[in-house]
């Protein structure tokens, strides 16, 4: 719990010195402050596979959706089946990152990458849409470089968690050796 409310505090602190910096130095980033932190800052506590598969995810899902915009404005009408062309496209290719890494790359990090560059992006896109080559360029630094801050402040103070291996074929001694990891995690638990 104590290492709760220092990585929390720290992250604030650290958001806060960007909205600050970025006001001193115009570089206009207040709008993706708490959303790009906070993904960053998932990316790197999710124990989930290690750290730079994490991070790939991320990014691999982070462009898929710019390309989703960018084909989406050049190639696609601006309909409703346009637009659900689009985020099948974004899906499938976060699907294809994901599935393409021997689930090396986890499907959820490729997925908040999308969902990241969508939060910071679509407003904006659907306010000017035939600028999108210069206004997507825009929003894509502001995320990185707000998620890059989350992600390393996350990164410093948290101690690496051992990724698990994906599960083995399911034999008859499944069930024992479920049970066994069960125990070793609840005295790993029992341990802090």
């Known amino acids: 719990m104590r290492n709760t409310w220092l990585v929390g505090g720290v992250l604030t602190l650290a958001a806060i010195l960007v909205v600050v910096v970025s006001d001193l130095?115009?570089?206009e980033l207040q709008s993706t402050v708490l959303l790009g932190v906070a993904v960053g800052a998932i990316v790197a506590l999710v124990p989930d596979r290690s750290p730079l598969m994490r991070l790939a995810g991320f990014l691999g899902g982070f462009?898929?959706?710019?390309?989703?915009?960018?084909v989406e404005a050049g190639y696609i009408p601006d309909s409703l089946p346009g637009k659900a062309s689009s985020v099948a496209l974004v899906l499938v290719l976060c699907v294809v990152i994901a599935g393409a890494s021997g689930d090396r790359v986890p499907l959820w990090s490729t997925l908040l990458g999308a969902v990241a560059m969508a939060?910071?992006?679509?407003?904006?896109?659907?306010a000017a849409?035939?600028?999108v080559k210069t206004t997507s360029v825009s929003s894509a630094t502001e995320l990185l470089m707000t998620?890059?801050?989350g992600f390393l402040v996350v990164s410093l103070l948290t101690p690496p968690a051992t990724p698990r291996a994906p599960k083995a074929r399911r034999g008859p001694d499944s069930h024992q050796a479920d049970a066994a990891e069960r125990?070793?995690?609840e005295m790993m638990e029992n341990s802090k």
């Open 129 to 131: 849409i035939p600028e």
């Open 25 to 27: 130095f115009d570089l």
């Open 147 to 149: 998620a890059a801050v």
């Open 183 to 185: 125990s070793l995690d």
């Open 63 to 70: 462009a898929a959706a710019w390309v989703g915009y960018l």
């Open 119 to 126: 939060g910071a992006y679509e407003y904006t896109f659907n």
